[in-house]
């Protein structure tokens, strides 16, 4: 994976999220960590859209089709993180640097990161 595919994929997935979620139905838990139903339920319809949208799979497409599926997650992850401390968040103002940060601490995406 490039930097120029990682954006792709990126701009790809963003297409599907509005430009805002209420998340004022979040619930803390004592353990430190929120349930966000709204931001679940847009998470559900953007991750079908975008795997709706994607290339038959092939071996020449697995790994694009793989890393889809894990920047998808990672915008979702960043998304929640935002829903702890704001009660409407706005998708479109990830950073795509940072969602790429974040990708990058994950050891998948490092072993098949290729600049």
């Not at 997935?13 to 004592?30: G, L, R």
């Not at 859209?49 to 089709?65: F, H, K, M, Q, S």
Request: hydrophobic share 40%; glycine share 4%.
């Amino acid at each position: 994976m490039d930097t120029k595919t990682f954006y792709q994929i990126y701009d790809m997935i963003m297409a599907h999220w509005p430009e805002s979620i209420d998340v004022k139905d979040k619930t803390f838990f004592t353990t430190g960590g929120v349930r966000v139903p709204n931001l679940i339920a847009m998470y559900d319809e953007v991750s079908t859209a975008v795997e709706d949208g994607l290339p038959e799979y092939t071996e020449e497409t697995e790994e694009y089709i793989e890393w889809a599926g894990h920047i998808d997650w990672e915008i979702s992850v960043l998304l929640h993180l935002a829903a702890k401390t704001s009660d409407v968040i706005y998708p479109h103002q990830l950073n795509r640097k940072d969602v790429l940060a974040s990708c990058l601490k994950n050891e998948y995406f490092i072993d098949d990161w290729a600049e």
